[in-house]
């Protein structure tokens, strides 16, 4: 069983930085794929940036490309995601998930954090 926590979120201003993490307790971290996600007001969850076990391979949604960055570091079991030049379309909560499988595929994650709000204001 892997339990993951998000944390970083908050409000900042349009064209501005966070930087989320999520931390996994467990000694398997590094065998999952990871994931981040997110959910905006009526709407439904979504794709945002996905990691390989080893951190060698990444994807993102089209709409993050360019100005998100995942990263991962197994030794400190967390996973990371650099989010620039952030936009007021952004504003969502933003959720980690682990998974056995690389995939943008929600369907492919077993394990998922309890989300953390990151608001961005115009």
């Known amino acids: 069983q892997v339990q993951l926590v998000e944390s970083g979120g908050g409000l900042v201003q349009a064209g501005g930085s966070l930087r989320l993490s999520c931390a996994a307790s467990g000694p398997t971290f590094s065998s999952y794929a990871m994931g981040w996600f997110r959910q905006a007001p009526g709407k439904e969850r979504e794709f945002v940036a996905i990691?390989?076990?080893?951190?060698?391979?990444?994807y993102y949604a089209d709409s993050v490309k360019g100005r998100f960055t995942i990263s991962r570091d197994n030794a400190k079991n967390t996973v990371y995601l650099q989010m620039n030049s952030l936009k007021p379309e952004d504003t969502a909560v933003y959720y980690c998930?682990?998974?056995?499988?690389?995939?943008?595929?929600?369907?492919?994650?077993?394990?998922w954090g309890q989300g953390t709000q990151v608001t961005v204001a115009s």
């Open positions: 990691i390989s076990r080893t951190g060698a391979s990444t």
């Open positions: 998930a682990g998974g056995q499988i690389f995939s943008p595929l929600q369907a492919n994650y077993h394990y």
